[in-house]
């Protein structure tokens, strides 16, 4: 553009610039009015016109969208309605032209109303504070307006020109790419010289947005490395798995992979629920591979499809490797830790030396008031159930009472997203008129804190008691044992039993497969141990029943099965 040896100020003649450059503008625009009929009419633009912009310059003004309306904008003439920007663009003023309200809406009002080209410089200067980006495109419009719309435009004067130039100058880096690019349009048609401070600056910003060169060809297969990283977090691929992708990449080596790239990998697998043994095994010895490299924060996202997925890997350096990265950095990152040690409990592997650490008083000191206190409480919660149920030979610290709260008190967050899709409710309705509402409870949360969907009381001869007359609670640690013991005997001396009805939804289970999610082996485990006997309604079979009357033959055979009576015969 000749920018190497700008003048700091306009030329002399700018302010003749600026009218020969409104008035050439004005005759573009009322050329392009002449396109009729409709059809699109070729913009008028001659080669050193508009103060001989440069050659992008010209590039811009051609590109520029020819509707009537946003023509005559960017020319400065008064469209035929009134202008009203969304705030996608400009930010401030609302759609549908309604008043402006705030200190920004009040000076953009005030740039529209301008009577001189001073009184324009004094509202921009005089207000640092509320000046916004879009307000300097709002200047030029005005300013491009009060030169063409008087029969005797006002007095421009040089300094007047020259602090414009110099506030849009130094303020145009924060501009972003669409301010750029209107100043630039309006810059032209005003008529400011191609080699002037303003243009020079402008057109230097518009060239630091373009996109970067293409880099320099790099090895194959670091390009197939990107192509990987940038369909893993592709907001599309985010949300729908690509299980065929997926595969062909458990035959090629991800182990070669960046960390980055392979925390990429292992949460989708995650997410989605697919369960590859060739990913998952890769995973397991890229871990194995770059322990001294990995941090406790990346370790659990790496770990994190393992106890999801209900997989232990074959990689025999696994668990040991867990452990050490957990002895070295559990007092780094509380939650991390935490958060891997849930992966190894439901993978039904809980190492003592860390339980030990977490389970301690600093530790739980430590976590007391954190931002994810609760969160790390619930885990602990967990974990201090899991050590009961499935530990007995545990000696060391335990979570105190006080600081235990309910594991799951609620239905699990993907099953209140699906709960339209769940076959919860039409179970319900066979069970109501099968049992009726009084034998049975929907939804409770029994100790230490897992939901169940459905619970039945029944007496030892198999009849199903009424909810209300009994205590649907078992006693949680277990009485039949001393604390501690409750895996070698989960029965209990009670002799009215609990039996709970547990539906096995499709998403479950890992996708396209028959393996319970590590969450709901999990709970399922533990309400074995604390003595309540499980009735699983698998999705297959629900799904097979014909509507209400054969739900009710189906849930009829499944609770007889068991040996239940109930009606005038079941008491």
């Known amino acids: 553009m000749g920018c190497a040896g700008s003048p700091t100020t306009p030329t002399p003649r700018l302010g003749q610039a600026v009218h020969s450059g409104l008035a050439r503008a004005q005759g573009a625009a009322s050329s392009f009015r002449r396109g009729g009929d409709g059809q699109r009419a070729k913009p008028l633009v001659q080669g050193h016109a508009v103060g001989s912009p440069p050659n992008s310059m010209l590039r811009i003004l051609l590109s520029a969208q020819t509707s009537p309306a946003r023509l005559t904008g960017l020319l400065l003439i008064p469209p035929l309605q009134p202008c009203c920007l969304g705030p996608s663009k400009w930010g401030d003023r609302p759609l549908g032209g309604g008043p402006p309200a705030g200190p920004v809406q009040g000076l953009q009002r005030l740039l ?80 400011f010289p191609s080699d002037g401070p303003l243009l020079c600056a402008l057109e230097q910003e518009r060239r630091s947005r373009l996109p970067p060169k293409p880099p320099s060809p790099q090895h194959p297969a670091f390009q197939g490395e990107q192509r990987l990283e940038a369909a893993l977090s592709c907001p599309r691929f985010l949300r729908y798995p690509r299980q065929h992708l997926i595969t062909r990449l458990a035959e090629a080596r991800p182990e070669e992979l960046t960390p980055h790239v392979m925390v990429l990998l292992a949460q989708h697998l995650a997410r989605h629920r697919l369960r590859e043994p060739p990913l998952l095994e890769a995973i397991a010895h890229f871990l194995v591979v770059q322990e001294a490299q990995l941090s406790s924060k990346v370790v659990q996202k790496l770990v994190l499809p393992f106890g999801r997925l209900n997989y232990l890997p074959v ?43 977490v389970f301690s008083p600093s530790f739980i000191n430590h976590i007391s008031g954190t931002p994810h206190s609760l969160i790390v409480r619930r885990y602990l919660s967990l974990l201090d159930t899991a050590v009961e149920l499935e530990l007995p030979g545990y000696r060391g610290p335990r979570l105190p009472r006080r600081q235990q709260v309910p594991i799951f008190p609620q239905p699990l967050i993907t099953d209140r997203a699906r709960c339209k899709y769940s076959h919860k409710d039409i179970v319900s309705e066979g069970l109501r008129q099968l049992l009726g509402e009084e034998k049975y409870r929907q939804d409770l949360t029994v100790p230490p804190g897992y939901c169940t969907d459905f619970l039945l009381c029944v007496s030892s001869s198999g009849a199903v008691l009424p909810v209300r007359t009994q205590d649907p609670f078992l006693p949680y640690p277990p009485r039949s044992c001393p604390q501690g013991q409750a895996a070698s005997n989960p029965t209990t001396p009670d002799p009215a039993q609990r039996v709970v009805l547990i539906l096995q939804e499709r998403w479950h289970f890992c996708r396209g497969g028959r393996v319970l999610l590590g969450s709901r082996a999990l709970r399922e485990r533990h309400l074995g141990l604390m003595g309540y006997q499980l009735l699983p309604l698998p999705f297959e079979e629900l799904e097979s029943q014909r509507g209400l009357p054969q739900l009710k033959s189906y849930l009829r055979q499944k609770l007889q099965a068991l040996g239940l009576r109930w009606g005038p015969e079941g008491g």
Request: proline residues 9%; contains cysteine; aromatic residues 4%.
């Open 112 to 191: 529209e109303q301008a009577r001189n080209p001073g009184e324009l410089l004094r509202w921009l200067s005089q207000n640092p504070t509320k000046v916004r980006a879009h307000h300097y495109p709002v200047a030029l419009r005005r300013l491009g307006q009060l030169l063409v719309s008087q029969p005797r435009p006002p007095p421009v004067e040089q300094a007047t020109l020259q602090e414009l130039s110099q506030l849009i100058v130094r303020n145009c880096p924060s501009f972003d790419v669409h301010t750029i690019h209107v100043c630039l349009h309006l810059a032209v048609l005003l008529g």
């Open 315 to 357: 990689e025999q350096q696994f668990m040991p490797c867990l452990e050490r990265i957990l002895a070295r950095e559990a007092g780094v990152a509380p939650l991390a830790t935490v958060n891997i040690l849930m992966s190894l409990c439901q993978l039904q592997h809980l190492p003592l030396r860390a339980l030990q650490f």
